[in-house]
T-cell receptor, first 112, second 110 residues
Framework: DVKVTQSSRYLVKRTGEKVFLECVQD?????MFWYRQDPGLGLRLIYF???????EKGDIPEGYSVSREKKERFSLILESASTNQTSMYLC???????????FGDGTRLSIL | GQQLNQSPQSMFIQEGEDVSMNCTSS?????WLWYKQDPGEGPVLLIA?????ELTSNGRLTAQFGITRKDSFLNISASIPSDVGIYFC??????????FGTGTSLTVIP
């Protein structure tokens, strides 16, 4: 079974801080994704990566960046956290681009 | 980005009842997925559909890929309390990205 592990279940940070969310997958998947989930809006894609050191913007990349130095690890970075980035963040991975994605359990991030 | 229209937004049903929900898109999709999210967890894949008209079952769950390729349907028969959660549809046309619906929240009353 695919295991996607997000480093924190809950995180509280202050406005202006630089925040790192980490995600690791153990199935040698090429593709990794970061989403945010908000009530009534479903899942919205922030960034994705098809290979090491490669990244592409999703639908809502503003205020975020990502890093993929190793195949199994995909990090989401909030450069200067703001209150409107309070949300549930979900990481996912897939073997091929058109294959279903496997999700981690999410990080609930609160920015005070 | 594209969003899928998923309905209903929420459902409150009695245990044992059947459930139907659907998802529509303004674009044609090549793949439809249905996920379930339990409280405090990430979405888990229920059913994947790859062909227009395809009907696929997973236990008490049945999903269909609409023949117009712009919609998909999920049915749950004889609901039980553990069916509680949020159900998401997702569709893809290019394979580059999946677009997700806004979710249907299901509550099952024992």
């Amino acid at each position: 079974d695919v295991k996607v592990t997000q480093s924190s279940r809950y995180l509280v940070k202050r406005t202006g801080e630089k925040v790192f969310l980490e995600c690791v997958q153990d199935m040698d998947h090429e593709n990794m994704f970061w989403y945010r989930q908000d009530p009534g809006l479903g899942l919205r894609l922030i960034y994705f990566s098809y290979d090491v050191k490669m990244k592409e913007k999703g639908d809502i990349p503003e205020g975020y960046s990502v890093s993929r130095e190793k195949k199994e690890r995909f990090s989401l970075i909030l450069e200067s956290a703001s209150t409107n980035q309070t949300s549930m963040y979900l990481c996912a991975s897939s073997l091929y681009r058109n294959q279903p994605q496997h999700f981690g359990d999410g990080t609930r991030l609160s920015i005070l | 980005g594209q969003q899928l229209n998923q309905s209903p937004q929420s459902m409150f049903i009695q245990e044992g009842e059947d459930v139907s929900m659907n998802c529509t898109s303004s674009s044609i999709f090549n793949t439809w997925l249905w996920y379930k999210q339990d409280p405090g967890e990430g979405p888990v894949l229920l059913i994947a559909l790859y062909k227009a008209g395809e009907l696929t079952s997973n236990g008490r769950l049945t999903a269909q890929f609409g023949i117009t390729r712009k919609d998909s349907f999920l049915n749950i028969s004889a609901s039980i309390p553990s069916d509680v959660g949020i159900y998401f549809c997702a569709g893809s046309n290019t394979g580059n990205q999946f677009y997700f619906g806004t979710g249907t929240s299901l509550t099952v009353i024992p």
